[in-house]
T-cell receptor, first 111, second 117 residues
Framework: DAKTTQPPSMDCAEGRAANLPCNHS???????VYWYRQIHSQGPQYIIH???NNETNEMASLIITEDRKSSTLILPHATLRDTAVYYC????????????FGKGTKLSVKP | GAVVSQHPSWVICKSGTSVKIECRSL??????MFWYRQFPKQSLMLMAT?????????EQGVEKDKFLINHASLTLSTLTVTSAHPEDSSFYIC?????????????FGQGTRLTVV
């Protein structure tokens, strides 16, 4: 699986958009980009995934660069409840799903 | 999204005893479930892959005789920590992927906090 690189921490003001970057320069053509988040003392929560097109759902938007070497998760209006560790994971889409977690980005949303 | 439920949410046990943790997929079937362990301020570490009707596969360094996994049905996997010791205290998390979906989106349980005293 391709390795991902994320900043260890980020701050965001409540109500503002949170933009979380992820580099995955060694991604291969059949690998998807998944985003999960883990709120303190809970299991990870699925947010969104994509292959090459930008994706949007009720939680977030995922912007993938044209060369697919990086992506950005966007929380359009961050709230205090979005404070969590966000994980960017690259994985072959049809695989079993044993996800390998890196260290992620600790997002702190501040009032 | 699909729901995965773990039980118990937390457990305290005495050193030397065994503890069983259940992982259930509530609204989908899963031929494969996964068990992770997370120590404080660290990321999740995959322990083993639980396969319905067959033996689990363990990651390197994980003792299969200590962490017994049973996946008896398409909706239930159990992890038993045998002869628990204080160093086994950790946050244990399971995940499952619906078997009938082409793209593997894994859903996670809420985790089980194990404290061995």
């Amino acid at each position: 699986d391709a390795k991902t690189t994320q900043p260890p921490s980020m701050d965001c003001a409540e109500g503002r958009a949170a933009n979380l970057p992820c580099n995955h320069s060694t991604i291969s053509g059949n690998e998807y980009v998944y985003w999960y988040r883990q709120i303190h003392s809970q299991g990870p929560q699925y947010i969104i995934h994509g292959l090459k097109n930008n994706e949007t759902n009720e939680m977030a938007s995922l912007i993938i660069t044209e060369d697919r070497k990086s992506s950005t998760l966007i929380l359009p209006h961050a709230t205090l409840r979005d404070t969590a560790v966000y994980y960017c994971i690259v994985r072959v889409g049809g695989s079993q799903g044993n996800l390998i977690f890196g260290k992620g980005t600790k997002l702190s949303v501040k009032p | 999204g699909a729901v995965v439920s773990q039980h118990p949410s937390w457990v305290i046990c005495k050193s030397g005893t065994s503890v069983k943790i259940e992982c259930r997929s509530l609204d989908f079937q899963a031929t494969t479930m996964f068990w992770y362990r997370q120590f404080p301020k660290q990321s999740l570490m995959l322990m083993a892959t639980s396969n319905e009707g067959s033996k689990a596969t363990y990651e390197q360094g994980v003792e299969k005789d200590k962490f017994l996994i049973n996946h008896a049905s398409l909706t239930l996997s159990t992890l038993t920590v045998t002869s628990a010791h204080p160093e086994d205290s950790s946050f244990y998390i399971c995940s499952a992927r619906p078997w009938d979906r082409q793209i593997s989106v894994a859903f996670f349980g809420q985790g089980t906090r194990l404290t061995v005293v």
